[in-house]
């Protein structure tokens, strides 16, 4: 398989961004968990991320996916330094973020934004629109140009809001418009990065598209980076150039948009692309990959060893228990289209000769209705 | 779960000696002199000296604590006599053993708890559980009405309306009064009624609003309307579905209320004149008799200890989440 | 693809022999801010083995109807008009005890967060057992084996050693699985699906609708499959009803529906929706505003303040008049059907591509 690899590329920017705004290595969070007898102790962790690399362009957006579990979640918190990193750098603008304490992270705070999933009960109830939208300008001591006030009523106008609604509170306003409200408090600091973590995923169908073309539009005009973080995979799609997919604390495939979504090679991105259910308006459905895994995500207290994904992989031998693959660039894939697997799928979602069914339910089930099939035409 | 038990009993062990610590340290390095207090007034400073040696307050106060501490495990020796294990030392004041002092009163707090608790979970829990199954029924609104206003007593009120009643206009009973159960059980049984009837008609009301509450929410729960779903009939899925989720919040209220209790209930002595646990610790606390405090406020904090171990127990048997995590 | 094939081409057939009908079912609840039409005047049928999905976002009445179906609701705080008629079986105005003998045993529900729905406080054997003892009345060993049965047949590893854990002892899918078995264990003629897949991750969500697919194909039941995710429905059901607060607005097979949707809102659901394989430079087109309250919901077509296309309907029809929805295949708007069909190939059709 090794003549198969190449050197290390370096995750580097794509043609959409040449400077690096953000750049993670290594990047590991373990939630310790006590207990034992009789005196309570470190008994473990949850290795919630463990080893992330990624980078971010400016003005960039990068899409994070994964199922629960994956740690994008951590990933983004930690990033935002919500969270502390046990292990790894975070470099912001060439800067070592890592450590960094309160009062060197200010400057960079106001920079790095967050949009936090539930619209609900991330806005404070007791205080108006206005004052939360105008809080991390307090807080950080910005005076705008116009004063405060004028600012935030500029936010509402952009976000889509009215601008009058200044002192009304979060209930008064719908699911949709309080994500709204939120991402004007985002944008209050002029922000160069936003960490979005799934910001429509708590919203109706219809009201998701709103928020989308809302973030959209912020990334595109005001040339903000984004670090898209959902389970969506459309929507990572619809909104990211570049894509990193996580699973059990690790990014196993990361590379732009069409490398990842039309020419994935990693197993486990075959796995989740080939899951979306998708409105299938043509006869066309058959000439997607039909791939059904089994079983949910392992623990990520005992994660498997080597490659975390070979418990659920069809592909999985005893190289992948052993020795964990590393994230590189395979023979035949695009710069910065990298991928943590010793043996790879083709770079294709086309479907195959035979569906993969590992679930044993479905097996048993699907080989009856077939057998059923064919003993049926003999009795007629 | 042994594992628990062992782990829970050793934390209460660590957890008394720390009580027994505080209490001391707070009675030794208050304001009082205990020596001068007992010696009264027109004192010599000489016998003010007796009285230290005699009490052992001019030990060092390591020295004081150790032998305290020591005390409830060894038993010690008293120049007046050897006080067996559990001791909780000597009285200052009367001189007897407090040990032997809390033995003689904790029948009648003993039976006021036993006996009130049988009889509010009984009335209160049943009330409640009913008044929910049946919710929005005439019988749901007496209910909620009567114990909405029974609640709202408290046992100084109804206790002397009762003994009125029962007792001074009427003639019908006699004065409450404690009488061992081995001597008389009729007696005993007759004596403390009045008692535990007024102070589990306080409690009944109370419970009868928890258990209500508490089972209206477990009806609400998804798993709840799962069962009926399953075609469980309502009274079913009542007692089998509804009925050990609304037991959590009882049992976390009923540990606390058995434990503080079983460390005296005071207004309930004092109403009726009983002379119970409750009465001995007020009594220690206001003549600064420490040993006798220390003594009352120890074997309280045993028993919620124990209680809560208990309560813990519970939830595990209530809830296999608990047991199996 | 698999060697599974879909038998469509079989006309469907008309009138009253259809296995479940709702005729007009209007549900209200009294809540303190005043009466909720959850519910308003709506009618669908459900063939005998064929999935009906019901698509809707959150407050368009769609877990309500079911609930009512299987007489959930409670009656202190609900009124149920209408009919609702399960194999010839009235149910709204059925008694206790005779919806007792039908759920779980001729109907039966999945619901949407299997974590919830299922007791933490008694074994899963012990729940998918119960049912099974109730409706047949057999004994506790025979429920053990049938539960043993359909643990395997819904994939659970080491059934006999599962039927005496615990839910929270399950993985978040094995969970939904059991809670598939419990609701086949009496082989029931008509399975609501709540939702069943929403609290769970897409991989999971694969192998749980395959699972369904495929479960159903064996025990033929009926299922009406509730969902707020196009996507889904398209892979899992023979006809599709589309729901916007508390009413029908379209109805018509899969195909039909999503291949030649008429009404404005199902034309919003599908493209304010990203797909796979769309058109990356395209933007979406997400329907302005947000769900009407049940409280007060606008008067004549509850779309209409949010209808981008109420201008080209003549006068106020669409303000005032509720559109009707006819039988089969329709859509309850007042745009003419040439209307429709222009509107739907100049302006929505090259958004979906």
Redesign the interface.
Same mark, same amino acid.
């Given at each position: 398989m090794s003549d198969n690899l190449t050197l290390p590329a370096q995750q580097g920017p794509t043609d959409s961004s040449t400077e690096t705004l953000l750049e993670v290595q290594g990047l590991t969070k373990h939630f310790p968990i006590y207990g034992g007898f009789p005196i309570k102790r470190k008994v473990g962790a949850v290795q919630a991320v463990d080893g992330v690399d990624l980078t971010v362009g400016v003005g960039e957006s990068v899409g994070l996916v994964g199922e629960s579990g994956c740690g994008k979640s951590t990933t983004g918190r930690l990033i935002t330094r919500l969270l502390e990193p046990t292990a790894g750098k975070i470099s912001y603008m060439g800067q070592d973020i890592t450590h960094a304490s309160r009062r060197q992270l200010a400057p960079v705070r106001s920079e790095i934004q967050m949009i936090f999933q539930d619209p609900y009960s991330s806005l404070n109830p007791r205080q108006t629109v206005g004052s939360i939208i105008k809080s991390p300008m307090e807080v950080n001591g910005i005076e705008p140009e116009g004063g405060q006030e004028k600012k935030v009523r500029e936010l509402l106008e952009l976000v889509g809001l009215n601008p009058e609604h200044y002192n009304r509170f979060p209930h008064e306003f719908s699911g949709g418009q309080r994500q709204r409200i939120g991402v004007a408090r985002a944008l209050a600091l002029n922000p160069k990065l936003i960490v979005a973590d799934e910001p429509v995923s708590a919203l109706d169908v219809s009201i998701q598209a709103q928020v989308v073309n809302l973030l959209q539009k912020v990334q595109q005009e005001l040339g903000i980076a984004f670090l898209f973080i959902a389970h969506d995979l459309a929507i990572v799609r619809h909104f990211s150039q570049r894509v990193a997919v996580m699973y059990l604390g690790k990014v196993v495939e990361v590379g732009d948009r069409d490398s990842i979504y039309n020419r994935p090679r990693h197993p486990y991105t075959h796995a989740l692309l080939s899951a979306v259910p998708e409105v299938a308006v043509d006869d066309e459905a058959g000439d997607k990959e039909r791939i059904r895994l089994y079983g949910d995500v392992p623990s990520p207290i005992s994660p498997p060893s080597g490659c975390r994904f070979r418990t659920r992989c069809w592909k999985a031998q005893d190289k992948c228990a052993s020795e964990e693959p590393p994230l590189l660039q395979i023979s035949g894939n695009r710069d910065g289209h990298l991928t943590a697997c010793h043996f790879p799928e083709d770079p294709t979602t086309e479907a195959r000769a035979e569906d993969v069914v590992l679930d044993p339910a479905l097996k048993a089930l699907e080989k009856d209705t077939a057998d059923d099939a064919e003993s049926k035409p003999a009795k007629d | 779960m042994l594992q628990f038990i062992i782990r829970r009993l050793a934390g209460a062990v660590v957890t008394l000696f720390l009580i027994g610590a505080v209490t001391f340290f707070l009675f030794i390095a208050g304001p009082s002199d205990y020596a001068s207090l007992a010696c009264g007034r027109d004192c010599s400073p000489t016998r003010i000296a007796d009285i230290r040696e005699a009490l052992g307050l001019n030990l060092p106060v390591a020295t004081q604590f150790w032998q305290f501490m020591s005390g409830i495990v060894m038993g010690r020796d008293f120049p007046d006599g050897h006080c067996a294990a559990p001791c909780l030392g000597q009285s200052f004041y009367s001189g007897d053993m407090v040990w032997d002092t809390i033995i003689d009163r904790f029948p009648t707090t003993l039976t006021l708890t036993v006996g009130g608790t049988i009889c509010f979970l009984i009335f209160g829990v049943g009330a409640g559980m009913v008044s929910a199954f049946r919710r929005g029924s005439t019988l749901d609104k007496v209910a909620t009405g009567s114990s909405m206003v029974l609640s709202s007593f408290q046992i100084y009120f109804l206790g002397p309306i009762a003994l009125t009643v029962l007792v001074y206009s009427t003639g019908w009973m006699e004065d409450p009064k404690y009488v061992p159960i081995s001597e008389d059980p009729v007696g005993w049984f007759v004596g403390m009624s009045i008692p535990v009837v007024v102070m589990a008609t306080i409690f009944t009301a109370q419970y009868t609003r928890m258990a209500r509450a508490s089972m209206i929410e477990q009806l609400a729960e998804e798993h709840v309307r799962t069962a009926r779903a399953k075609g469980m009939t309502k009274k079913y899925v009542f007692f089998r579905y509804a009925w050990r989720g609304s037991l959590i919040p009882i049992v976390t209220v009923l540990g606390i209320d058995i434990s503080s209790m079983l460390g005296g209930a005071v207004v309930t002595e004092l109403t009726f004149s009983l002379q119970g646990i409750g009465r001995l610790a007020v009594n220690g606390a206001m003549t600064r008799d420490l040993p006798l405090t220390m003594g009352v406020m120890m074997f309280g904090a045993f028993f919620i200890l124990i209680v809560n171990i208990l309560t813990d127990i519970a939830y595990a048997w209530i809830d296999p989440r608990v047991r199996l995590s | 693809?698999? !060697? %599974? !094939?879909k038998t469509e081409d079989a006309p469907a057939p008309t009138g009253p022999e259809s296995f479940l009908s709702v005729r007009d079912l209007r549900v209200q609840f009294s809540t303190e801010d005043g009466i909720v039409k959850a519910v308003d005047g709506l009618s669908f049928d459900v063939e005998r083995g064929k999935t009906l999905g019901i698509v809707g976002? *959150?407050g368009s009445g769609k877990s309500v109807t079911n609930l009512s179906i299987?007489g959930?609701h409670n009656p202190?705080t609900s009124t149920i008009d209408g009919e609702i008629l399960l194999d010839g079986q009235e149910l709204v105005t059925a008694t206790?005890k005779e919806l007792?003998? %039908?759920?779980?045993?001729k109907m039966?529900?999945i619901?949407q967060?299997p974590l919830?729905? =299922?007791?933490?406080?008694?074994t899963v054997g012990r729940?998918l057992s119960?049912?099974f003892m109730?409706?047949r009345g057999v004994s506790k060993k025979e429920a053990k084996d049938r539960a043993i049965q359909m643990l395997?047949?819904?994939?659970i590893?080491q059934p006999k050693v599962r039927f005496d854990d615990?839910p929270?002892?399950f *993985?978040?899918?094995?969970r939904q699985?059991a809670m598939i078995a419990?609701a086949l264990m009496c082989d029931p003629d008509l399975l609501i699906a709540d939702e069943p897949t929403t609290a769970l991750?897409?991989?999971?969500?694969?192998?749980i =609708?395959?699972?369904l697919k495929?479960?159903q194909?064996?025990f033929g039941s009926a299922i009406i499959f509730i969902t707020?995710?196009?996507?889904?429905i398209?892979?899992m059901a023979d006809d599709l009803l589309v729901m916007y607060a508390g009413r029908a607005v379209e109805r018509g097979s899969v195909k039909e529906v =999503?291949?030649t949707p008429q009404h404005p809102y199902t034309w919003? +659901?599908?493209?304010?929706?990203?797909? +796979?394989?769309?058109d990356?430079h395209e933007?979406? !087109?997400?329907?302005?505003g *947000?769900?009407p309250s049940l409280l007060t919901p606008p008067p004549g077509c509850r779309f209409h303040p949010r209808c981008a296309f109420k201008d080209e309907v003549a006068g106020t029809l669409c303000s005032d008049t509720r559109p009707p929805l006819a039988d089969g295949r329709a859509a309850a708007c007042h745009l003419t059907a040439e209307q429709k069909q222009t509107i739907f190939i100049d302006k929505i059709q090259p958004r =979906?591509r």
């Open positions: - | - | 693809m698999t !060697t %599974l !094939t976002e *959150s299987l959930l202190r206790d007792e003998q %039908l759920r779980g045993n039966a529900m619901f967060d919830t729905a =299922l007791s933490p406080y008694y729940q119960e049912p109730k409706h395997e047949k819904v994939g590893p615990y929270h002892q *993985s978040g899918g094995m699985r419990m991750d897409v991989t999971v969500q694969a192998q =609708l395959d699972l495929d479960l194909q064996e707020h995710d196009l996507g889904v398209s892979n =999503l291949r919003g +659901l599908l493209s304010s929706m990203p797909r +796979l394989d769309g990356i933007m979406l !087109t997400p329907i302005p *947000s769900p =979906l």
